[in-house]
């Protein structure tokens, strides 16, 4: 069955420090992918998506990932991290049966 | 434009109660959808609909109910609230099923004591 891991369930990094977080999908052909901030009481925001082409795509707030097919892997990154990017970050993947399948999502708290 | 918008944001209930929890949207979005939210299970689907008059399940249905007599309005209803049914949950909206990116509302806050 389709699903998506997020390995670190909290992550604590340093205002400034970079950030990689990492997804993980399971699907035979190739996904599409989607990474989703929740800032506190919050619902979900897109930060970017992936569906074909470049494998390293751009999102908002300076986020970037890159789909990487031999790992299974869509992680996200950015290169300085800002007190305002604590959150909780959800990827997501959508298969065959076009509905979203989440990830468990990865709490990041940053540190000044 | 306010996009998704979900009332009430907090409901404390007793079980067995039942409530209704609304959801509308002004962007003429014909995909809507409700997810829970709980600890470390991310976002669960459980019901969906394509366009009014059309709904179907998602992951986890048991417990819900829903309808959609409008484009705009998706209303999620418990007919006999349980606790396992305490969660955040959260409306969202797209343009079409599929890769269209979903708009989310902000929750709604529901314990069932």
């Known amino acids: 069955a389709q699903s998506v891991t997020q390995p670190d369930i909290h992550i604590t990094v340093s205002e400034g420090a970079s950030l990689e977080l990492r997804c993980n999908y399971s699907y035979g052909a190739t996904p599409y992918l989607f990474w989703y901030v929740q800032s506190p009481g919050q619902g979900l925001q897109l930060l970017l998506k992936?569906?074909?082409?470049?494998?390293l795509v751009q999102g908002i707030k300076g986020f970037e990932a890159e789909f990487k097919r031999s790992q299974s892997s869509f992680n996200l990154r950015k290169p300085s991290v800002h007190w305002s990017d604590a959150a909780e970050y959800f990827c997501a993947s959508l298969g065959n049966t076009d509905k979203l399948i989440f990830g468990t999502g990865t709490r990041l708290q940053v540190f000044p | 434009n306010a996009g998704v918008t979900q009332t009430p944001k907090f409901q404390v209930l007793k079980t067995g109660q039942s409530m209704t929890l609304q959801c509308a949207q002004d962007?003429?979005?014909?995909?809507m959808s409700w997810y829970r939210q709980d600890p470390g299970m991310g976002l669960r689907l459980i019901h969906y609909s394509v366009g009014a008059g059309i709904t179907d399940q998602g992951e986890v249905p048991n417990g819900y109910n829903v309808s959609r007599s409008t484009t705009e309005d998706f209303p999620l209803r418990l007919l006999s609230a349980a606790p396992s049914q305490t969660s955040v949950y959260f409306c969202?909206?797209?343009?079409?099923?599929?890769?269209?990116?979903?708009?989310f509302g902000d929750g709604t806050r529901l314990s069932i004591l």
């Open positions: 962007m003429n979005h014909e995909y």
């Open positions: 969202a909206s797209s343009l079409g099923q599929g890769i269209s990116p979903q708009h």
């Open positions: 992936y569906f074909s082409g470049d494998t």
